[in-house]
């Protein structure tokens, strides 16, 4: 950091961190006046840990688990969308409150714009069949790789539910396998279990999950 | 082939969130060295809105922090210039200040004292002491050499201590020094 300063300038080299609050906030707004922010993101609060939730200009573009990083999240979006990227809450009110009501067991399906450009074919053929699996039901890896026309491309299925940019919103956790096992999950077994759950009426109490 | 791929994270390939909450303070503390408020934390927000539009296409390895207060010492010299054009021309920024300085509270003596010194002097302890450019760096920015932005710091700290220290004589100067 700073290794040239004079011990007397200490007194004006302290942060002035309500100011820098206020400044960084009215830089956001005047960011989205100028058409400059390329992704706005915020975190939120859930009953499975908290969640980064992004969105460009298209909508909704990336939902993250912590134990995915949240700071790689971020790099990994300045890399392939733009590293014009500010936490913005505002921008993502919308997702915040739908995701409240979900994991409150009030709220069965998502209406968000949402921006698929981080999934590229298969994988996005796969993402658009999810999101026509509805509240509380679930289909095998065997049946949703037949939905999208390509029966043996099971692996498939779940490499593109494994890297799925948008957890809980498009319901990769409704995809389990054919012997009624769980299969993998991005957000951790834990956390679909509880997806699960939630969906067949056991609302997630703070127990369910044992972080 | 496959030829050697060399990948490393360029700094400016860093979500420019993570740019604001590194550097916005220093370059906010260097704002506030040459202007007095509000028109530093105006300089600061041109600063960073002009940054966030250049973001994208900055060479890489470029040293972001030299190359943010490069735009805030470009922003400060425009407002002062809309303010002299507006008002009586006059040579220095401190002296247009005394109105909005009468205003401010707790360290301002020091931003006040800071504000006063000749153009030269203050320019240098803001890019050095206060931003931590190198002498050579500041010479590129404000112009002359190496040696003459050296020189010009180290009167602007004198200057510094003895007005401000007269001014405070009751104050303890601070004897810690940091890393």
Redesign the interface.
């Known amino acids: ?13 302290a ?2 961190a309500e ?2 609050r206020r ?2 906030d ?2 956001v707004a ?2 989205e006046a ?1 058409q ?1 922010l390329d ?1 706005a ?1 915020r975190t939120v609060d859930s009953p499975v840990g908290t969640l980064l939730v992004a969105a460009t200009d298209q909508g909704l573009v990336r939902v993250a688990y912590e134990r995915e990083d949240h700071d790689h999240v ?2 990994g ?3 392939l969308i ?6 913005a809450p505002r921008r993502l009110d919308q997702t915040a409150r739908q995701l409240a009501e979900y994991f409150a067991g009030e709220r069965h399906d998502f209406v968000l714009p949402l921006d698929f450009r981080l999934a590229h074919g298969f994988r996005r053929a796969v993402l658009a069949h999810l999101v026509l699996i509805n509240y509380g039901r679930t289909e095998s890896y065997a049946e949703v790789a037949a939905a999208t026309g390509h029966a043996r491309a099971v692996r498939a299925v779940g490499t593109a539910c494994a890297t799925n940019p948008m957890p809980v919103v498009v319901p990769c956790h409704r995809v389990v396998r054919s012997d009624g096992k769980l299969g993998g999950y991005v957000g951790g077994l834990e956390a679909k279990a509880a997806l699960l759950a939630l969906e067949a009426g056991r609302p997630i109490g703070r127990d369910t999950l044992s972080r | 082939m496959l030829r050697a791929i060399v990948y490393k ?1 360029d700094d ?7 740019i ?1 909450a590194e550097h ?3 370059v ?2 260097v704002c ?2 040459v202007l007095a408020r509000p028109d530093a ?1 105006d300089a ?2 041109e600063t ?2 002009a940054a ?2 250049a ?2 296409g900055l060479a890489d390895g470029a040293n972001i922090e030299a190359w943010l207060v490069t735009i805030a010492h470009h922003k400060a010299i425009d407002i002062v210039r809309a303010q002299s054009r507006r008002a009586t021309p006059v040579a220095d920024v401190a002296q247009t200040r005394s109105a909005t300085d009468a205003l401010e509270t707790s ?1 301002d003596g ?2 006040a004292a ?1 504000r006063a010194l000749p153009t030269k002097q203050r320019q240098a ?1 803001a890019y ?3 931003a ?1 450019m190198s002498y050579a760096e500041v010479a590129a920015l404000v112009g002359g050499s190496t040696d003459a932005a050296r020189r010009a710091a180290h009167d602007g ?1 004198r200057a ?2 003895s007005r ?2 007269n001014s405070q004589s009751s104050t303890p ?7």
């Open positions: 950091m700073i290794n040239s300063s004079d011990p007397m300038l200490d007194p004006i080299i942060d002035d100011a820098m400044l960084r009215q830089l005047a960011a100028d400059l992704v993101y971020l790099q979006l300045s890399e733009s590293p014009r990227i500010l936490r | 994270i400016n390939e860093r979500p420019f969130e993570e604001v916005g303070p220093t906010l503390r506030r060295a934390d600061w927000s960073f809105l966030l539009r973001y994208p360290d020091l931003w800071l302890v050095h002491h206060v931590g700290i510094l201590r401000y220290h100067q601070k004897k810690e020094s940091r890393s």
